[in-house]
């Protein structure tokens, strides 16, 4: 393990990176997940530390993931004993990739897809009041592979995404100020109810903000970059139809390779804005959600097909409700709908392509939602992953549930269901079949 040394400022800082090649979901046990997990955390919690993670798919090599952590020198030895424990989940596994020396530092950093393009969230004003449209790298990439977009025929480049996360916290200034524009939000009467909910969430994530979040498209070809800017262009007018522009997505030579080399000088005033921080702010679990190891994008491997030519609604739930989410299978079923959920695995089979090739396939998404379904990363993976396919969604809530995780983005806009209401039962079945008669039309 090698660390490079930069000086900046008369301050002496250190620089890490790993690769890894993590594979099937299914070769990462939960205990080495969990390994993984906690290395993440102790990093995040290294005073001054700027983090990133870049995520890149290649069609020969399959997908790689490469950290980097830059620190203070004085949290080197934290920093080197942090990517130590990486490098050896890694080697269990055969498939990491760490600098010995300067030789090899700089070509793993510069390996990333040369076409590179900062996503920014675009941001609205009208008179004092403005508004931000959060906007993911990793949900552009996402919704391509959801869709299943070609780039071109015989292009094997290779595209992704990074993202950069720069220790920070909102002045009370700020704060004020995102405060007092939500006051002038819930004033405009031309605002949509679920643009309002989402300005709603920027506000408790910037209260709670302990980074500002830097977002990349990768592309290896000008093919592939097409195929990213036409994906953000796609979803962003799905997520916001009522906005016209979107996301700036220009793409240029090399443009965040040594993005991360400058956090040791970087400078508050590019975060002056109150909207930039509103829509950049991410809190302490989100950070980790952004670097985690178990990602919660679609698997860009080819998936063998689900069963074809029927209709059916996809179950997502957690398994500590399984008896509950019994209930509900019962209740579609006596509606002659036909279910799947993930006890339809057969042993042996490829655990997420299975889940992917149902949720591509299915005719209504049915969220079986509970605060343990909230906490489960499998249930948020799928979810996002119905949402980049705009499948039908309901949402079935057994109890009161906490939303975070960007969950309420999802949720708020769409009709939920408390299923310990007396009428649930013809509820669920009534709206279950209203979703699949509007997805016939």
């Keep these: 393990m090698w660390l490079e040394r930069l000086q900046a400022d008369d301050e002496e800082w250190v620089h890490g990176a790993l690769t890894l090649a993590p594979g099937a979901a299914s070769d990462w046990d939960p205990e080495t997940r969990s390994t993984a997990s906690r290395v993440l955390e102790t990093l995040a919690l290294v005073d001054q530390v700027t983090l990133s993670k870049r995520v890149v798919f290649a069609p020969a090599i399959g997908m790689t993931l490469t950290y980097q952590c830059m620190a203070p020198a004085a949290a080197a030895p934290s920093l080197e004993a942090c990517l130590a424990t990486l490098e050896k989940l890694g080697r269990q596994k055969g498939n990491v990739r760490v600098p010995t020396s300067p030789a090899d530092f700089d070509p793993m950093l510069a390996s990333s897809p040369?076409?590179?393009?900062?996503?920014?969230?675009?941001?609205y004003r009208s008179g004092d009041t403005w508004i931000a449209c959060p906007f993911r790298a990793a949900a552009a990439w996402a919704h391509m592979a959801a869709t299943g977009a070609q780039i071109a025929e015989g292009d094997d480049a290779a595209h992704g995404y990074q993202v950069n996360l720069y220790g920070f916290r909102p002045a009370p200034a700020q704060l004020r100020e995102i405060l007092l524009n939500r006051d002038r939000q819930d004033r405009l009467p031309a605002l949509p109810a679920r643009v309002l909910r989402q300005q709603h969430a920027l506000v408790e994530r910037a209260r709670y903000g302990r980074w500002l979040s830097e977002e990349f498209l990768l592309a290896g070809s000008e093919?592939?970059?097409?195929?990213?800017?036409?994906s953000a262009v796609a979803l962003f007018r799905k997520c916001y139809p009522g906005?016209?522009?979107?996301?700036?997505?220009?793409?240029?030579?090399?443009?965040?390779?040594?993005?991360?080399?400058?956090?040791?000088?970087?400078d508050d005033a590019c975060a002056a804005d109150a909207s930039y921080v509103a829509a950049h702010a991410v809190d302490h679990e989100t950070c980790l959600e952004l670097l985690a190891l178990d990602d919660d994008l679609p698997s860009l491997r080819p998936i063998r097909p689900a069963v074809t030519g029927r209709r059916y609604a996809f179950i997502s739930y957690a398994h500590v409700d399984t008896a509950r989410m019994l209930a509900v299978r019962g209740i579609l079923d006596g509606s002659g709908i036909e279910t799947w959920h993930d006890t339809s695995i057969d042993g042996g089979e490829d655990w997420n392509a299975v889940l992917e090739g149902q949720i591509r396939n299915c005719s209504l998404f049915v969220l079986v939602l509970s605060p343990a379904a909230a906490a489960s990363r499998i249930v948020r993976r799928e979810l996002r992953f119905a949402d980049a396919l705009e499948k039908p969604l309901l949402c079935i809530r057994l109890c009161e549930t906490s939303l975070t995780d960007g969950l309420a983005m999802l949720l708020l806009p769409l009709q939920w269901i408390d299923a310990d209401r007396p009428d649930s039962a013809e509820r669920i079945s009534t709206a279950a079949r209203k979703l699949l008669q509007i997805r016939d039309v």
């Excluded at 040369?114 to 941001?123: K, N």
């Excluded at 906005?243 to 040791?264: I, K």
Aim: aromatic letters at 8%.
């Design 223 to 230: 093919a592939a970059a097409a195929a990213l800017r036409n």
């Design 243 to 266: 906005f016209d522009a979107g996301p700036e997505v220009s793409f240029s030579q090399d443009r965040c390779t040594d993005n991360l080399t400058l956090a040791c000088s970087f």
């Design 114 to 123: 040369s076409l590179q393009a900062l996503v920014d969230s675009p941001r």
